[in-house]
Every structure is written in structure tokens, then in C-alpha cells.
């Protein structure tokens, strides 16, 4: 592999096209190299600059050539953690690649940007509100299954603004309909919200009303049906999270709740009481904490065996709603 490939900055909140260019540079590297290479995973919020660097500059016996991935890189701010950085960039290990990762584009750190060669810095930009409903169509259409307009704008208003979260929900809907059908609005909003089967939005639910004996069960259940991917799960929870941070934002600007709810695109009587209740028991500062939370349980879960999880998730929710997602130990 060239030393071009040895920084790169990924920027921005799509991470469905963040992702794909990960595994395509991850194939290139395999085909290049005769066989996969070693990937290590950091946080920035959880993890030690000297450590990643360790990462780098350590040969294995498993594979010549290594990936680190370091997310939440616009906490890298500290002049001791740019200063070691500077340094590595200076002279970068053989057969390494050092991946930046942020959802955030304007809060890198200027000297941080500098280290990145211009050709390794990328911006993922969300997809735009008919780019979106596109995509939606499409993907269903795939399938032969319709989906009614407002349907599709139902389901944007719940997930995440990137096409990861979108093909994750959909790919849900389409094994729960099947080939040939056409999902309604209610039906949508029934499965969501107010299905039977316990899934993320049932357990945000209970969350927005701050009750944790009702969240534990809800997780239990999920737990149970051996369907509960806990990454998933966080990711589900981080979408609504921010959501719910954004609007609780607007509240304290004066914004009536009409105007934030349309604001933050949640229609429909259920899911604005769903929100007003969240917004009413969680403190912008909270929801703020939380999303650093969910953060570091998403860490955890990706780093410590299965047979972890459920506890680890039962923390997370002690965290979550006791604590207001603050007092985290480190762990």
C-alpha cells in the first residue's frame, strides 16, 4: 500500500456511505496485501493517544498490514494528544492505515485537519429530504412491495438521518410484509410504536417517561427473542435520542411545542406525546450526556463478549434513565 493511504478524516452524519467506503478501502487493502487486515477499533472519548499509536507502530503475527479506526475524532482537541498525532504523521508506521471518523464537520480541531493530506479528507452529507423519500421508494420497490407516500415520510420522521439506519428499519419492514404487499401509514406507525412485540421504539417509550422498571422489562423481552442486536439497538436509541435533544432544544428557545414539532418533523397525536413526555423528565444537559452514553455502551458492547450484553444494556439503561446519563464510571 502507498503512504497515502496512511491518514485519512471522514466526516459528516451519513454513515451508510461512510461505511461502504470503509469496506471498499478494506477490500482494496485485502487484494493488495493476499489477505484481510487487522482492525483495531478506539474511541476518542475512552482511549489514550499513546495507546492507539501503540496500534500502529506494533507489528502482529495475524497480518502484515493494520487499520485503526478512531471515532469521535472532534474530541481530539488536547495539544498533548496533537502534539503525539503531529508526530506519527510525520513519519507514519509501513503498512498502517489511521482512519479518523466524526459525525461532526465543523468542530475538527484546524491543526487536526492540516495533518490530513486534502485527497483523504472526506464529507458524507446527509442526503437531502427527496433524495431520502427516493431512496425508501426504491428500496421497496426491489422487493415489489409498495409503501404509501406517507408511510415512507413516517419513516424518515423515525430513523436516523443516514442511509445505515434507513436500510436497517426497512430491511425489517420488508421480511415483516413480504413480496407483493403495500405498507400503510397505520401500519407503520402500529409496528413502531404500538405493536405488541416489544422492538428499539417501544423501549424509547418507556425511556421518554423515565421509568426504568418498564425499560428493563421492555429490554428483557427483547433479550428473549434472541433478536436484539445490542449495536442495532443503540443506534435505534441514539436516533430518537437526538431527535428528542433537538426538540427539547426549541422548547427552551421559546419555540411553541406546534412549531417544534414541526420543526423536528413528528406528527401524528401518539409520537408528539411520546416526545412531549421525553422532553418534559430529561434536561437538554441530560440528553447531551446521553448521547455521550450511548457512545461508550456502543463501545463496550462491540468490545466485550456476547454473554456481556445483557448486562451491559441493563446498565446502560440505569445510566440512561436514574442518572440522566451522567456518573458514568469509566470501564
Known amino acids: 500500500m502507498s503512504k497515502s493511504d496512511a491518514l485519512y478524516l471522514l466526516l459528516g452524519p451519513e454513515e451508510g ?3 461502504l467506503f470503509l469496506d471498499r478501502l478494506i477490500r482494496r487493502i485485502t487484494k493488495t496485501i493476499g489477505q484481510a487486515p487487522e482492525v483495531h477499533r478506539f474511541y476518542a472519548f475512552d482511549s489514550d493517544t499513546l495507546e492507539i499509536l501503540a496500534a500502529l507502530r506494533n507489528g502482529t503475527l495475524f497480518s502484515p498490514y493494520r487499520v485503526v479506526l478512531l471515532r469521535n ?3 481530539l ?3 498533548r494528544d496533537l502534539d503525539q ?3 506519527y504523521c510525520v513519519r507514519p508506521a509501513p503498512q498502517t492505515s489511521l482512519i479518523l471518523l466524526s459525525e461532526e464537520i465543523g ?3 484546524k491543526r487536526l485537519e492540516k495533518m490530513v493530506p486534502k485527497e483523504n479528507k472526506v464529507i458524507f452529507w446527509e442526503l437531502f429530504e427527496n433524495q431520502k423519500m427516493g431512496w425508501i421508494l426504491n428500496f421497496f420497490r426491489k422487493s415489489n412491495i409498495q409503501i404509501d407516500p406517507e408511510a415512507a415520510s413516517f419513516l424518515l420522521e423515525m430513523v436516523e438521518n443516514n442511509t445505515k439506519e434507513l436500510k436497517d428499519t426497512c430491511g425489517k419492514l420488508r421480511v415483516y410484509f413480504g413480496e407483493g404487499s403495500r405498507i400503510e401509514y397505520a401500519d407503520v406507525e402500529k409496528i413502531l410504536y404500538h405493536s405488541k412485540d416489544e422492538n428499539v421504539f417501544t423501549l424509547f417509550k418507556k425511556i421518554s417517561s423515565r421509568d426504568l422498571d418498564a425499560s428493563l422489562e421492555v429490554l428483557t423481552k427483547l433479550l428473549l427473542t434472541r433478536e436484539a442486536d445490542p449495536v442495532a439497538l443503540l443506534a435505534g436509541l441514539l436516533a430518537q435520542v437526538r431527535k428528542l435533544k433537538r426538540l427539547k432544544g426549541l422548547i427552551e428557545q421559546r419555540y411553541s411545542h406546534e412549531e417544534a414539532f414541526s420543526r423536528v418533523k413528528i406528527s401524528g397525536k401518539r409520537m ?5 413526555e421525553g422532553a418534559r ?3 437538554l444537559d441530560e440528553l447531551q450526556a446521553i448521547v455521550l452514553l450511548i457512545a461508550r455502551f456502543d463501545y463496550r458492547v462491540r468490545s466485550l463478549k456476547s454473554n456481556l ?3 451491559l444494556l441493563q446498565l446502560f439503561l440505569y445510566y440512561l434513565v436514574v442518572r440522566g446519563g451522567s456518573g458514568i464510571f469509566r470501564f
Open 85 to 87: 498525532l503531529a508526530e
Open 272 to 276: 408528539q406525546k411520546i416526545y412531549a
Open 77 to 79: 482537541n488536547k495539544k
Open 73 to 75: 475524532a472532534e474530541l
Open 17 to 19: 456511505e461512510k461505511d
Open 309 to 311: 450484553h445483557a448486562t
Open 107 to 109: 468542530r475538527i480541531d
Open 281 to 283: 423528565q430529561y434536561s
